[in-house]
């Protein structure tokens, strides 16, 4: 959270406003644990649990809504996804955790599905000189 929700103050990792002196300590952790969520769904999703990855979308929906959990929330309600819709993922989900501010942790876990696609691919000759 940069910015104070009451005056829109920038915070500077301060857990009392500088401005209108709003207490924020519990408003941050509810961010921290929206985040916590969705860097879980994240994981889910790329491990190819879907189901769990949707319920862990709703929970940090619901406690911070933001543009990139309600879109991705959106589309996997949309159309469920195939083993394949898993692994192309990898690489945007890398990037919606570094848009909301997830840890390297979050992104780090995300390496395995990448890893599994160029290691398919691979195996398909995908790219190879025959």
Do not use: W, Y
Not at 54 to 65: E, I, V
Not at 85 to 97: I, P, V
Not at 105 to 115: F, G, I, M, N, S
């Amino acid at each position: 959270m940069e910015d104070c929700p009451v005056c829109r103050a920038k915070l500077n990792d301060a857990d009392i406003c500088r401005r209108c002196r709003a207490e924020l300590g519990v408003v941050k952790e509810v961010d921290r644990r929206a985040e916590t969520f969705a860097g879980e769904a994240m994981r889910a999703l790329a491990s190819g649990e879907t189901t769990r990855a949707l319920q862990l979308l709703r929970r940090a929906r619901t406690l911070h809504a933001t543009p990139e959990i309600r879109g991705l929330l959106s589309r996997l309600e949309a159309a469920p996804l195939q083993r394949s819709d898993h692994l192309r993922l990898g690489s945007a989900l890398a990037k919606m955790s570094q848009k909301i501010g997830l840890t390297n942790a979050v992104v780090e876990a995300l390496e395995p599905a990448r890893d599994h696609k160029r290691g398919f691919e691979s195996s398909q000759g995908v790219g190879s000189a025959v």
